[in-house]
């Protein structure tokens, strides 16, 4: 392999890396911010519905209520305020990824030669993948928030007592994985900037995943191939590299259309 292409191959591994770190430096922080926010407005909501029924509640003081009453309050804090957060995650994020993400496009573009950005084949996909391991943090919180509130009612704490132990030990709960969440949403989504600049190129013919250091087992396979460091994989097939959750690998150009306009031959094969 020559100078140029292995520069090439260096360069958009780079890209990948270079994409996932400006996450982490912004996305990151605004997703734990949202997900400890939505647990604030969980006992905000519940406080006040409580305050509501049975006026302001004081520290320590054992006001008679209806449990029934008291689960529901929760029950229904929980359910409109992490459901509305949701939603929130889309509006948040969607933009700051939108613009990393054309920024890779535009730099792998001008690594293959040329000036025009690809149209974007996948924009709506970008934050869909976020947005679904958002929901899966979202689910366990609300489990967690009503093993909370069921050993609280059959302890008869007071509402001002379960809001404190929900406070102290959520947040980090609920954000403990965004870092591996944002790596791997950011990285899937600048895996498929760089395959796009590489279809609109027009040159490139094959492409390979390189620098996957996680190799799991019973990870998907392209032909019977692992896909993690797979090399040799015809262009128009790129919609069929998956990879496992904790895939580190990037996506790069390995062959090249010929002077004359025809296609190499390049024998798939799997990597180590």
């Known amino acids: 392999m020559g100078k140029a292409r292995r520069d090439l191959r260096r360069d958009m591994a780079n890209l990948r890396k270079s994409a996932i770190l400006v996450a982490m430096r912004t996305l990151a922080p605004d997703l734990e911010a949202i997900l400890q926010d939505q647990v604030n407005r969980v006992i905000d909501s519940a406080l006040g519905a409580y305050r509501r029924l049975y006026g302001a509640p004081l520290k320590g003081a054992k006001t008679e209520i209806d449990f029934a009453v008291y689960g529901d309050i929760w029950a229904s804090a929980i359910e409109d305020e992490i459901g509305a957060t949701r939603m929130l995650i889309p509006q948040r994020l969607s933009p700051a990824i939108d613009s990393i993400v054309d920024g890779v496009s535009e730099k792998a573009s001008k690594m293959l030669g040329s000036e025009e950005v690809p149209p974007v084949r ?7 993948g976020l947005v679904t391991q958002v929901t899966r943090i979202n689910e366990a919180t609300k489990n967690r928030l009503r093993t909370i509130i069921h050993r609280s009612i059959q302890e008869g704490e007071t509402i001002i007592e379960a809001a404190e132990t929900v406070r102290n030990k959520l947040p980090s709960l609920s954000t403990n994985r965004v870092p591996t969440i944002v790596r791997t949403e950011m990285g899937r989504a600048a895996d498929e900037a760089v395959k796009e600049a590489m279809v609109h190129s027009e040159i490139v013919t094959h492409i390979s995943v ?18 993690c460091n797979i090399r040799g994989v015809p262009i128009e097939r790129e919609r069929e590299l998956e990879f496992h959750i904790n895939h580190t690998g990037a996506i790069v150009a390995s062959a090249f259309r ?3 306009g025809s296609v190499p031959v390049v024998v798939q094969r799997g990597g180590a």
């Open 122 to 128: 996948n924009r709506r996909r970008r934050s869909a």
């Open 210 to 227: 390189v620098g996957c250091e996680a190799v799991e087992p019973n990870i998907p396979t392209l032909d019977g191939d692992p896909t």
């Open 258 to 260: 010929k002077q004359d």
